[in-house]
């Protein structure tokens, strides 16, 4: 299980917020039910920049990784939730199709890539707080049978009030 981690500041024009996001990048494992880890397949989610403003574009991405010999099926990724530190149900601008999410095969030493994108607001900088997607996927592993993972993008919002030059 890696941790890569960023940490950056954005500015905007005087008298607006600015957020501090560190970002990391999450790779989960997939399990049995009985909570035995399978190594070659994992799940990795995260956003694409490590600072945003007001009404800044993030891009989420989701990969499942088959580092495995064997083909995947019924591959599946679940939407579980998308809020902010006011636990605000958030709704992303774009994502893939219902259809994409589900039922999908996965051959030996390939991936599957779900893109997603939101727009911040002024209230996800509102005080000190996080922005969270988390998902989860299951899929059919030919040797155990249904594996599964959780992962989440997190997004730490730091806001500060950004004071025009004197």
Request: hydrophobic share 35%; net charge negative; aromatic share 6%.
């Amino acid at each position: 299980m890696g941790n890569n981690s960023h940490t950056g500041v954005a500015r905007t024009a005087p008298e607006q917020r600015t957020i501090q996001l560190d970002a990391q990048c999450p790779l989960a494992s997939f399990t049995q039910a009985d909570g035995v880890e399978v190594p070659g397949i994992s799940l990795v989610y995260l956003v694409d920049q490590v600072s945003a403003g007001t009404r800044e574009h993030l891009r989420f991405t989701a990969w499942i990784l088959n580092g495995t010999p064997e083909t995947l099926t019924g591959v599946e990724l679940q939407l579980r939730s998308f809020t902010n530190d006011a636990l605000d149900q958030l709704t992303y601008l774009t994502q893939p199709e219902p259809q994409e999410l589900k039922g999908r095969t996965l051959g030996p030493r390939q991936s599957l890539r779900f893109p997603f994108s939101y727009i911040t607001s002024p209230k996800d900088l509102e005080g000190d707080g996080l922005l969270i997607s988390a998902l989860q996927a299951e899929l059919n592993f030919p040797a155990t049978g249904r594996l599964y993972s959780e992962c989440d993008a997190v997004v730490n919002a730091r806001c500060r009030k950004v004071m025009p030059p004197r």
